[in-house]
């Protein structure tokens, strides 16, 4: 059974920075690429940061050059730096593989406002 726990969301103003982490148990962690997704009232969930085996990533255009997505097969965490925050960040933040076979965790609320 596979069991995704994010952290380290919270309220933060516009521009300002938040790390995300998502430990994974329960899988052959380093083999399989995984993503940040995110959903916010009203939205369909969408992924924002991608990373494969060998740490190549992607990232929308909403994201890119704000976020970085980031892999420590030893812990099996993937991490999601967040920084440039804007208001429209805001939503509850998920990790799964890519894509999403595993059921989701509770995810973490980030809250961007002044």
């Known amino acids: 059974q596979v069991q995704l726990v994010e952290s380290g969301g919270g309220l933060v103003q516009p521009g300002g920075s938040l790390r995300l982490s998502c430990v994974v148990s329960?899988?052959?962690?380093?083999?399989?690429?995984m993503g940040w997704y995110r959903q916010a009232p009203g939205k369909q969930r969408e992924l924002v940061a991608t990373i494969r085996q060998g740490s190549s990533t992607d990232y929308p255009d909403s994201v890119k050059g704000r976020f970085t997505v980031s892999r420590d097969n030893a812990k099996k965490t993937v991490y999601l730096q967040m920084n440039s925050l804007k208001p429209e960040d805001t939503a509850v933040y998920y990790c799964?593989?890519?894509?999403?076979?595993?059921?989701w965790g509770q995810g973490t609320q980030v809250t961007v406002s002044s």
């Open positions: 329960g899988s052959i962690f380093s083999i399989y690429v």
């Open positions: 799964n593989r890519v894509p999403s076979i595993y059921s």
